[in-house]
């Protein structure tokens, strides 16, 4: 209690609290609008081939460029303290533009064999790629602006690159063709902008800082950011394997279908978790800027589980609420030919509730440095999840999607928290650590 009462009385985080809350709001907000529009406007094949290209678009971004993007969001506080900062943000630049022209060239030249292999439309993994070059460059900018807890500048970027996105799809796919390949062109020319806009501020910031000494951030990145990588392509099976089991042993329809209830049951939880680590995970990092220091990193660790705990409870609740109101808020997010049964609905919410929780879980290893554990749970979750929707999907077709994801959560939360190395051993073993602190409560929050 002295901790959240600390908080509350802090007129810094209570500004931030505002602006995250009201940031990941709107942001979501939106995100039904599209849900809505689209549902609407297309067909469920339709729906479901975008969403396999961006979740396909994921993947690359979960293998290639987010672990560059998060090994210097977790080294931003020490190598600006130490003078390299300059330095750093060119590496990873360098890296990120290595990346990102990379993927664009491979997508071009695999779009037509791949769209064949998937029975996509031709130029689908083209549109992809151009998605996928602009947009880490945005993402690379909100990330910047959120680690340095610039929570005004981060809301009106993030929230006006989605609105756009939201409007020049709909514009597209009504106006032009509802297909597809259009709806992905029109959220790369909406990428495309943002990410002019991002790559313009990376390299103001980069300009203005003053020539310090060289940086090199490949052990980091070999200790940080490649388990990440590893770890969040595990995390990516986990939360988007079933898709692709349903295209082999459905069609796209079922794919749509599953989509459709995919995000209405998950919006809240994703927003719950956003709001979470949005506003937690830059204060833990500036106050565990020294790994070695236990004190640091425990009152990291005491701001994170304030809030999983909010996560926990608020989530197991808004579960109970998807087995009543499901059926009712997925009509009215999309269109009667999308409901499934409350008992698919209620198990789709638990799958996201827990995904979710996991996402949140692993923040405890990046303040922490201990990315070896959380990747060993990783794998043995990404491995379990195809088997076991495999075999589910088999037995209770869009139902077993879901129940394969449940099962598989279960089991890494499990090990997760419960687990040698896992996060209840690493908060007791800097809690035992530490130095006697009187203003604990001050500590974490200023």
């Not at 090990?415 to 009187?438: Q, Y």
Request: hydrophobic residues 55%; charged residues 15%; positive net charge.
């Amino acid at each position: 209690m002295q901790l959240i009462r600390t908080v509350w009385l802090n007129p810094r985080l209570r500004s931030e609290a505002a602006w995250v809350l009201g940031h990941k709001f709107v942001e979501f907000l939106v995100t039904f609008a599209a849900l809505k529009l689209l549902t609407n406007l297309v067909s469920k094949a339709v729906f479901g081939e975008y969403n396999i290209a961006l979740t396909g678009l994921l993947l690359a971004a979960d293998l290639l460029a987010i672990p560059i993007a998060h090994t210097y969001q977790r080294s931003y506080h020490t190598v600006e303290a130490n003078g390299t900062g300059r330095a750093a943000l060119a590496q990873t630049m360098r890296w990120l533009a290595f990346v990102t022209i990379g993927v664009t060239v491979l997508a071009a030249v695999l779009t037509l064999p791949a769209s064949r292999l998937f029975g996509f439309e031709p130029l689908t993994i083209l549109a992809a790629g151009l998605i996928f070059l602009p947009n880490r460059w945005r993402s690379l900018w909100v990330e910047v602006l959120d680690v340095r807890r610039e929570r005004a500048a981060c809301a009106i970027h993030n929230v006006g690159f989605f609105a756009t996105q939201t409007v020049l799809t709909a514009l597209a796919v009504y106006l032009i063709s509802p297909r597809a390949t259009t709806a992905l062109f029109a959220y790369a020319a909406a990428a495309t902008i943002f990410g002019a806009i991002g790559l313009r501020g990376l390299l103001r910031d980069l300009r203005r800082r003053p020539p310090g000494e060289s940086a090199d951030l490949r052990r980091m990145f070999l200790t940080f950011g490649a388990p990440l990588g590893l770890l969040l392509v595990c995390q990516w099976l986990q939360s988007f394997s079933e898709r692709y089991v349903l295209t082999i042993q459905l069609d796209l329809d079922a794919v749509g279908l599953y989509v459709a209830a995919y995000q209405v049951c998950g919006i809240p939880f994703m927003l719950l978790h956003a709001v979470l680590s949005v506003l937690v995970l830059p204060v833990a990092y500036q106050r565990a800027k020294d790994i070695s220091d236990a004190s640091q990193v425990y009152a990291g660790d005491r701001i994170l589980l304030l809030g999983v705990g909010c996560y926990i409870v608020v989530g197991a609740l808004m579960v109970v609420a998807y087995w009543f109101c499901g059926q009712h808020l997925l009509r009215l997010l999309t269109t009667a030919d999308y409901v499934l049964p409350a008992t698919t609905l209620a198990c789709v919410a638990a799958a996201r509730y827990l995904i979710c929780l996991g996402m949140l879980l692993q923040m405890f290893f990046k303040v922490h440095q201990r990315m070896a554990a959380l990747l060993i749970f990783g794998i043995i979750g990404g491995l379990m999840v195809i088997p076991a929707s495999w075999f589910a999907v088999k037995l209770y077709g869009v139902l077993g999607a879901a129940l394969g994801v449940l099962v598989t959560g279960i089991i890494y939360n499990a090990l997760a928290i419960f687990a040698p190395g896992g996060c209840l051993s690493l908060i007791r073993a800097v809690r035992a650590a530490r130095m006697p602190r009187d203003d604990a409560g001050e500590e974490v929050c200023r």
